[in-house]
């Protein structure tokens, strides 16, 4: 059998050139979601864009041997409205070659997009403190999972936001992936609230990543 590379795996930035594989990784993460059925272009131009944006980053797991194959990545941003207004906007012209021959494959894709534009402020409505960053989408290739691999790239992300002024993560999982709420959950985000986007149940977790001082 392959020896897994876990031992040696390093973090590094998640980078533009990595946008294809961490597209493909996300297909492969999340079948069934509404980002997935958008498919592998779109994907990919979000994570050629998440990047270089002042409000977002991520973190790549990479083998120091084969450093261009990405083997999980975690991305965030610091802010959802400030990047959902930015991809909007600023850089709705890389999304939009490959949104429309996507909704021109698929029409009913666009009535879903709709409610993309409406998740900052639905958001903002689950009494969210501010600022609060959001963990955006953490994958692991599946032969490496529940190697810790998963935890590495949550402790980066926990820090850089730590670093860039941000004390609270919020992330967005759906309902039915119990794994992945095992997981948040042991790495310190607790239940907040169930709601429905894309007509999937969802439930929001938090993290508080400072701890608060208590009465002496
Ligand atoms: C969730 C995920 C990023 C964790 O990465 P990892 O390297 O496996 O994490 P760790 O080894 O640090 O922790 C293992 C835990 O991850 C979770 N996990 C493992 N496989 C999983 C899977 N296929 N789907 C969801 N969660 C999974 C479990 O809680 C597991 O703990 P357990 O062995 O007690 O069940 C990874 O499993 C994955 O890529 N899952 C698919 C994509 C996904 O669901 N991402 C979250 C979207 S919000």
Not at 31 to 58: H, I, N
Not at 82 to 110: C, H, V
């Amino acid at each position: 059998m392959m020896r897994l590379p876990v031992e040696r795996l390093t973090l590094t930035p998640l980078t533009p050139q990595q946008a294809a594989d961490a597209a493909w990784l996300h297909r492969v993460g999340q079948p069934g979601s509404f980002l997935t059925a958008l498919g592998d272009e779109v994907l990919t131009v979000l994570y050629r864009v998440l990047p270089q944006s002042r409000v977002g980053f991520g973190f790549a797991a990479i083998d120091p041997l084969q450093p261009q194959k990405l083997l999980g990545f975690v991305s965030a941003t610091t802010s959802v409205a400030a990047l959902f207004l930015e991809m909007g906007l600023r850089r709705f012209p890389d999304f939009a070659p490959a949104l429309a021959r996507r909704f021109i494959q698929e029409p009913t894709l666009a009535l879903r997009a709709t409610e993309t534009v409406l998740y900052p402020f639905r958001h903002a409505t689950s009494d969210a403190p501010s600022p609060t960053g959001e963990l955006l989408s953490i994958m692991v290739k599946p032969e490496l999972r529940s190697h810790g691999v998963g935890g590495m790239l949550l402790a980066a992300l926990k820090a850089e936001c730590l670093r860039r002024g941000v004390a609270i993560v919020d992330v967005t999982v759906a309902a039915d992936n119990q794994g992945a709420q095992r997981f948040y959950v042991r790495h310190g985000f607790t239940y907040v609230q169930a709601f429905t986007l894309y007509g999937r149940p969802m439930h929001l977790y938090r993290a508080l990543l400072l701890e608060k001082k208590t009465a002496a």
